[in-house]
């Protein structure tokens, strides 16, 4: 696969819609069952959840740059900025460093997205 980056059309990228309507519509039904089934968990089971979600994306956008994270302690480290029960493991400032950019945009996604946040 292609990324789109590395197109000779790039950056003047282009796609027809209709082509992607139907995995559209099955993402949105699939998300709609996600958030049905998430809102009967407890608070324990969602902040589980986040702590996973958050964990893969992290260890796969590290991957994604060469950068391969022991997935235990970038959890641990996000279940601390979460201010989670967490073990007293020694974390590596690549972990701890994840961990507090996904609590970041967690936290912050909704807010402008500038310079300083950026390089932040």
């Known amino acids: 696969m292609q990324w789109n980056w590395q ?4 950056p003047n990228f282009r796609y027809e819609a209709a082509s992607l309507s139907p995995l559209e519509q099955k ?9 049905g089934a998430v809102r009967h968990f407890d608070e324990d089971d969602s902040s589980q959840l986040r702590i996973e979600l958050l ?18 302690s970038v959890q ?5 900025q979460f201010g989670l029960n967490s073990d007293d ?3 590596r400032p690549q972990e ?7 609590a970041d945009i ?6 402008p997205l500038h310079h300083e946040k950026l390089f932040h």
């Open 76 to 80: 641990s480290s996000l279940r601390r």
């Open 7 to 10: 197109s000779a059309e790039w």
């Open 106 to 111: 967690y936290r912050s996604w909704h807010g």
């Open 27 to 35: 993402f949105l039904q699939s998300a709609g069952e996600v958030i």
């Open 55 to 72: 964990s893969d994306e992290a260890i796969k956008t590290s991957q994604i740059e060469g950068e391969f994270l022991d997935r235990v």
């Open 89 to 91: 493991r020694q974390v």
């Open 96 to 102: 701890r460093g994840i961990a507090e950019m996904m």
